[in-house]
Each structure stands twice: as C-alpha cells, then as structure tokens.
C-alpha cells in the first residue's frame, strides 16, 4: 500500500497548477485487466469538472489526438494496464520523459511512448501515465478484483485532485 500512496504522492504534485486536463484511458476491452483505463474514465463520468476532458481512447490513442489537441489541456493523464513485475492492482506514476528508456514497441497501433512524444512536442502539455498492474490479460471481459479495487482507488483520488 505504501507504492500506492507514492504514486497518489506524485500525481498529486504532478497535477499541480493543472488548468485543464485530460484523462485517457487505454486498454482492449476483451483483454480483461487491459480495459482498466478505460474503466476508470468511464467511472469518472460526470464526477469531473468541465476543466477535465474524458476520453475512451480504448486501443488507439492516435484516433483522439485531435480531440486533445482542441482541447488544449495543460496535463494530458493517459491511464493504462502495464506488465512492470508489481503485484496485480499496483499502480505507478510516470512522467512521459521517463518512458524514454522503454522500446518504441507496444501492443497498441501507435507506440504510447511516441503518443506521449507527440503531446508534449506539439502541445508543451505536461503528459504522464497511471499504469496498473494486470492479474490477467487473456481474451475475455471483466477486471479481476484486484484491478477492480485499484481503478476504484483510482477514481476516487482523481475525483479528489482533478481541476
């Protein structure tokens, strides 16, 4: 629990002097865990102010890009299911310029790394990612509980901190 609170610890001092945000969240909807971003954004509908754009970017980010871009955020929070070795339902925070040390590889159509490239070049938004550990990624519907009980935590604390 003490990881939890440092990535809440960081996301907090992240999104301080947030004006406008956006809150991606990424995942394959019949992958299980992987749908966690989805479904945090989808909980945080209509518990957010008009300062807060929700988008279901589900496995291709790149088809939203212009969307936030009009939007004009000055925080971009992608959300997504990460294998990083963590317990299932931890959760990290990372600022883009740290995915630098990841491959230009990913299971989406557009690498999340030259996603988040692509915002902070274009935009000067700030972009980091809420990654959470999958239990399970097999072909199928529904989190585990243990996902489940992290997108909950999830969703409270952005409620909380969110412009």
Known sequence: MAETSSAEKKLKGWLSGAER???????NPIRMDDFVGVKVVRDLCGKVSENVLLVECET????????????????????????????????????????????????????LRVFCDYLAGVMGAKVGLLLVEPKNVDFGEGLSEEVEAASRRIVNFLVEVLP
Do not use: K
Request: hydrophobic share 50%; aromatic share 8%; charged share 15%.
């Open 21 to 27: 945000v956006v809150v991606a969240g990424v995942g």
């Open 60 to 111: 291709v980010p790149e088809s939203f890009l212009q969307r936030i871009v009009d939007f004009q955020p000055s925080h971009v929070l992608i959300v997504d299911a990460a294998v990083m070795g963590l317990e299932p339902g931890e959760y990290r925070f990372v600022q883009s310029e740290h995915l630098r040390v990841f491959p230009a590889i990913s299971t989406h159509m557009l690498p």
